[in-house]
């Protein structure tokens, strides 16, 4: 099944074409990397999907039913700002549009989320006090808390040191057993003993895969990157 | 200490240092962590402009300040929604343009000039009965927002982009969260006036930015620190018969600075 379908897509920013007649199927099962140079229109083709920014041509279908969720670049966000990572969380459950303040179900739904990405005992610190990578699962978890069924990560380990990238892809690993992955990042040399499939992008779109089953064979063929070397590779 | 207390003028300022310190620990917090504090000063002097047309037309000028300020806060809020970086020479504009115009106005008023003075430094010793009232109903009005919209507020500070694709109407609580601050620089004007305002706004929420884990302790925290500051500049008013607002920012800063060298010591000695 399709759960997003991309046709003829185009955009552009103020008349500089950034993506040209894209086309992708995305389905659930898949862990899918968009990769490509910087100003190639990965983040782009992120928002599009999310619909953040209208395409100008073309469309993008969300399969019926199918919720997303997005893990904006850390990067982006206030790092000082005074808060609690529960409350962090519990921001992916403002969908349920309840007036005043959050129930006791929104709070079993977080911890729970707090649970699948191995932070369940952060919940009371503050997030301005952790590390980079429990920063990036605590927004992981947000994001899972509103029930998504595919996350759309924009470089989630942008900036963290190898052994938290590592964490984060087999969190991804791990995850993508129930919801869907769709990752931007720069890391191509990690990301391939991970995705599924591999989207390169510059303005228009060459798929890779789908590697599908073949993932740990994919990944043998490759000499290890030093990334995983680092991080205890097993494959060799 | 407490015979103070025995003139009716000096129980209104404390009851209005009470109030001004409710407004502007909430909306302080929201202009400290939202980086919004040139929004808050554009709007303190654009109001200027309505003060001064009110006076000219012989209305109440708080209310022309309430609204130009709130006029202001929904441009302001508009316009500065989808590019924060680029609204700063706006509201540089907008902040002389109130000014201006408020002195103008003032100007071109028959026989009046006394009370200029009283609003660019605040005026906390001659508050009325009446202009409690109105402060304490836009207090209400701040704090019935900000325990009703709490996790909007907290959402749209924190990051705008994930609280709209969770359906939240990030622009409107944006627009409404400016229009508070509004509020918060009204209530705020009288006791301290229009040029020391900021400093209210911005160095009881930045101490206690340091300690506080969530938006609510850290609007707890200042609240605190401005009701300190605020009690000890009153009485250091009233002690040396010195002007009240300049005696209550003098505190503040005082602390703001005292605070930022034990910061800097406590933090080098933890390096070492």
Redesign the interface.
């Known amino acids: 099944m399709n759960h997003i379908r991309i046709a003829n897509l185009g955009f552009a920013y103020e008349k500089q074409p950034v993506l040209e007649d894209v086309n992708l199927e995305y389905d659930k099962k898949d862990f899918l990397a968009l990769i490509g140079p910087n100003g190639g229109g990965k983040s782009t083709l992120l928002k599009l999907i999310?619909?953040?920014l209208k395409p100008d041509r073309g469309s993008v279908r969300v399969a019926k039913g199918t919720s997303?969720?997005?893990v904006?670049q850390n990067t982006?966000?206030?790092r000082?700002?005074?808060?609690?990572v529960i409350?962090?969380v519990?921001?992916?459950r403002?969908?349920q549009?309840r007036?005043?303040?959050?129930r006791k179900e929104d709070f079993a739904k977080a911890r729970k989320a707090l649970n699948a990405v191995g932070l369940e005992d952060f919940e009371?610190r503050?997030l301005a006090k952790l590390s980079g990578g429990q920063r990036q699962r605590v927004f992981i978890a947000?994001a899972l808390c509103?029930d998504a069924d595919i996350l759309l990560l924009d470089e989630p380990t942008a900036s963290l040191d190898s052994e938290s990238q590592i964490q984060i892809y087999e969190l991804l690993k791990k995850l993508n057993k129930s919801v869907g992955v769709i990752i931007v990042s720069h890391d191509t040399t990690v990301l391939l003993g991970y995705a599924t499939k591999i989207a390169h992008i510059n303005q228009k779109l060459h798929l890779h895969g789908p590697l599908g089953k073949k993932r740990e064979d994919f990944h043998g063929e490759h000499v290890c990157p030093v990334e995983l070397i680092h991080a205890g590779c097993d494959h060799v | 200490m407490f015979e103070i207390l025995q003139f009716e003028f000096m129980q209104n300022a404390f009851i209005a240092a009470l109030l001004v310190s409710i407004a502007t620990s909430i909306i302080g917090t929201l202009v400290v962590v939202n980086r919004m504090v040139f929004v808050a000063g554009g709007i303190a002097h654009g109001s200027y402009s309505g003060l001064g047309a009110a006076v000219f037309l012989g209305f109440a000028p708080m209310l022309g300040a309430l609204v130009s300020a709130v006029l202001f806060a929904v441009l302001i809020g508009l316009l500065s929604y989808r590019s924060k970086e680029r609204i700063d020479t706006l509201i540089g504009a907008m902040w002389a343009f109130g000014m201006a115009f408020g002195i103008i106005l003032l100007d071109l008023t028959p026989g009046y000039n006394v009370e200029l003075m009283s609003y660019l430094f605040g005026s906390i010793l001659t508050i009325g009965n009446f202009d409690i009232w109105v402060m304490a109903g836009l207090d209400l009005l701040i704090v019935a927002a900000a325990l009703l919209f709490y996790k909007e507020f907290l959402a749209v500070s924190f990051d705008s982009e994930f609280a709209s694709l969770q359906g939240v109407n990030a622009k409107l609580f944006y627009v409404v969260m400016i229009i508070l601050i509004a509020l918060g620089v009204i209530i705020s004007i009288q006791a301290v006036g229009l040029i020391l305002i900021i400093s209210l706004l911005t160095i009881p929420p930045f101490m206690a930015e340091r300690y506080a884990n969530s938006l609510a302790s850290m609007m707890g925290l200042s609240f605190l620190l401005s009701l300190i500051f605020m009690y000890s500049g009153l009485y250091a008013a009233y002690s040396f018969d010195i002007s009240s607002g300049a005696a209550v920012i003098a505190v503040a800063s005082v602390s703001f600075f005292l605070f930022l060298i034990y910061e800097r010591v406590r933090g080098s000695k933890n390096e070492g």
């Open positions: 999310l619909g953040l997303l969720a997005y904006p982006n966000i206030n000082d700002f005074p808060i609690r409350d962090t519990l921001m992916g403002l969908s549009k007036f005043g303040f959050f009371n503050s947000r509103s």
